[in-house]
């Protein structure tokens, strides 16, 4: 499994100095700073897509407080809720 909103717990104050350098050794993490270095003007939610088609990953599991991309939404063939949870699951083209 692998964690494309990462970069959502970079900017939250209260994770610490630890917990940064956890997280810049996630492959969503490293991906990104590559997309970035490569192709400057590129943004959150196309490097998450484009980090899915990649790594040919057609499924996403959303928390029921993550903010969907309308990128992923997009590309997404189907979208389900879990009424229980509030999960979302997403499979992507």
């Not at 900017?11 to 917990?19: E, L, N, R, W």
């Not at 997309?35 to 897509?49: E, G």
């Not at 599991?61 to 063939?77: E, I, N, Q």
């Not at 189907?78 to 999960?87: A, I, N, Q, R, T």
Request: aromatic fraction near 12%; proline fraction near 2%; hydrophobic fraction near 40%.
């Amino acid at each position: 499994m692998v964690n494309i909103g990462i970069l959502d717990y970079l900017h939250d104050s209260s994770t610490s100095a630890a917990y940064h350098t956890i997280f810049k050794s996630q492959d969503f993490y490293k991906f990104m700073s590559f997309q970035k270095q490569n192709f400057s003007a590129i943004n959150t939610a196309q490097a998450q897509l484009n980090f899915l088609k990649r790594n040919n990953i057609h499924c996403v599991a959303l928390s029921p407080s993550a903010k969907t991309p309308a990128l992923l939404l997009k590309h997404a063939s189907h979208s389900f809720m879990d009424k229980k949870s509030g999960e979302k699951f997403l499979v992507i083209d």
